[in-house]
C-alpha cells in the first residue's frame, strides 16, 4: 500500500510522530509522561533504524503500531484518567479498563516476532509460536517489575499513577493474563494469514 510514494509503515510512523508531539507538550503529569513514553521511542527508533534490514509485513507494522498509539494516549493522562467512560459503561465497567486493552494489546508483537523468525529460517511454525508468546510473558513479567520498582522508588501520587493499580490488589496478574490473550490471539491470526509464505512480504 502506497500513498503518494509513501509505504503503509512510512504513513504509519508519519502519523505516530505527530500524534507524540500533540500529545507530549501538556501531558496531565510530566514526570509519569516521560517514563511512559520512554518504551515507545525505544520500540520506534528500533523499527526504524532496521526498516531497510527486514521490512515487516504491513499488517505486522498495523498491528505494533495499535500499542504505540494507544499507550501514547495513555501516557498523555496517565492510565487512570483517560477518559474512556463510554467504553466502561457500555460494558458496565467500575474500573477504568483503557490500560487493560493497551495490555492486550502489547501481545500483538507475537506476530511480527513469528514473522522474523519464520522468514529468517530459525524456527518451524509450532516453535515460533511458542517464542512468539514466551517473549510476550517475559516482556509482560519484566514490565510488571519495573512499574513496582518504580513505583517503590518514587512512592506518592507520581509512584500510583505509573503504577495504575486503581486499587487492585491482582492488578499485575491480570495485566499479565491480558498480555498473555493479546499473544494468543496474534499467533491465531499469524497462523491464518501465513505471512511468511508470501512471496511479497
Known amino acids: 500500500m502506497k500513498i503518494s510514494g509513501l509505504e503503509f509503515p512510512h ?20 514526570d509519569v509522561w516521560v517514563v511512559e513514553v520512554a518504551p515507545l521511542v525505544a520500540v520506534f527508533v528500533a523499527l526504524a533504524a532496521t526498516f531497510k534490514r527486514f521490512r515487516f509485513s504491513d499488517t505486522a507494522y498495523a498491528m505494533m503500531a495499535v500499542w504505540l498509539f494507544w499507550h501514547t494516549v495513555g501516557g498523555h493522562y496517565t492510565f487512570e484518567h483517560v477518559p474512556f467512560g463510554f467504553v466502561n459503561d457500555l460494558f458496565g465497567w467500575e474500573r477504568n479498563q483503557f490500560d487493560r486493552v493497551g495490555h492486550f494489546s502489547i501481545g500483538f508483537y507475537a506476530y511480527p ?5 519464520r522468514r529468517k529460517n530459525f524456527a518451524g511454525m509450532v516453535q515460533a509460536s511458542f517464542m512468539g508468546l514466551f517473549f510476550i510473558m517475559s516482556i509482560a513479567a519484566l514490565y510488571e517489575i519495573i512499574e513496582w520498582w518504580y513505583a517503590a522508588a518514587e512512592g506518592g501520587a507520581d509512584g500510583l499513577a505509573f503504577l495504575g ?11 499479565m493474563l491480558m498480555d498473555t490473550l493479546g499473544a494468543m490471539s496474534a499467533i491465531a491470526l499469524f497462523w491464518i494469514i501465513r505471512p511468511d509464505q508470501k512471496k511479497s512480504a
Open 165 to 175: 493499580s486503581q486499587g487492585d490488589i491482582w492488578d499485575a496478574q491480570k495485566d
Open 113 to 117: 516476532m513469528m514473522e522474523w523468525m
Open 11 to 30: 504513513i504509519l510512523a508519519l502519523t505516530w510522530v505527530v500524534v507524540f508531539i500533540w500529545l507530549g507538550i501538556d501531558p496531565v503529569n510530566r
